[in-house]
Every structure is written in structure tokens, then in C-alpha cells.
């Protein structure tokens, strides 16, 4: 017998194993997304605005200070400065 009554929503009796299903599936889903995000982030470098971005303002502290340049050259970088 089927009722017409619209207050009567009888549910399938197989929808709680299969919400439970997809539910699965979706974390599952979720927990590959979560590990391949992982092992991609160990390898994201600096993007490229934010190195010109770091130029451009060593550029405009070289202009309004010219000493900066003078002390950088006579303190030398990496190594060779070390060494000497």
C-alpha cells in the first residue's frame, strides 16, 4: 500500500549503510589530498614577486643610504669573507 500522506517519508532501508559508505569514501579521499599536500609542501620555494620584492626594496635602501653598499662590499659575503 502506498500512502499519498506528504508527512510520511518512509526511508530506504539500505541509506544509512550507504551515507556510511560515501562518508568512508570521502575521508579517504580527503586523507590522500591531505598527504599529497604534505609531501608537496616540503619543496615550495619563494615566489618570484616576493624575491623581486626584496630587490626592489635592497634598491631603495642602496638609494637613500649609499654606506649600505660601501659595508657590504668591505664586510665580503660567504666563504672568502670567513677566511680572511
Known sequence: MHLQNSEFHPMHVFAPY???IHQQD???AAEV???AKLAHGGQLGVAAWRRGL???LAFAARSLDPSIEARRTARGRGARALAG
Do not use: K, P
Request: aromatic letters at 8%; hydrophobic letters at 60%; a positive charge.
Open 18 to 20: 550507504l551515507l556510511a
Open 26 to 28: 570521502l575521508i579517504a
Open 54 to 56: 626584496g630587490g626592489f
Open 33 to 35: 589530498d591531505r598527504r
